[in-house]
């Protein structure tokens, strides 16, 4: 098993939700608040620092895991987002 975990702009989620049903993810997290500061400067959501940030979390297996991160990849690009991050990660154990 791996997770794909995306630190996505949440002004691209509904964008992103539709990707994940196309591509046929078997689920998803979202956690839709986050803070935090980086390369792409502070989003905290507010009219001070505009720019929402959304988790997404997908645990799939390995190969298919890998093949929805490629291509989430690949749609972030085409869409210019140069906000949102992806990473996979294995999953050690699932309960």
Excluded: N, W
């Amino acid at each position: 098993m791996k997770m794909v975990l995306m630190m996505a702009d949440a002004a691209r989620l509904d964008a992103i939700r539709t990707d994940l049903k196309d591509l046929g993810a078997p689920g998803y997290t979202a956690c839709p608040v986050l803070e935090g500061a980086g390369r792409t400067g502070i989003h905290a959501g507010d009219r001070v620092h505009p720019g929402g940030l959304v988790m997404l979390m997908i645990a799939a297996a390995d190969a298919d895991a890998e093949a929805l991160f490629t291509e989430l990849v690949r749609r972030r690009d085409a869409a210019g987002d140069q906000v949102s991050r992806l990473f996979i990660l294995p999953v050690e154990r699932m309960a």
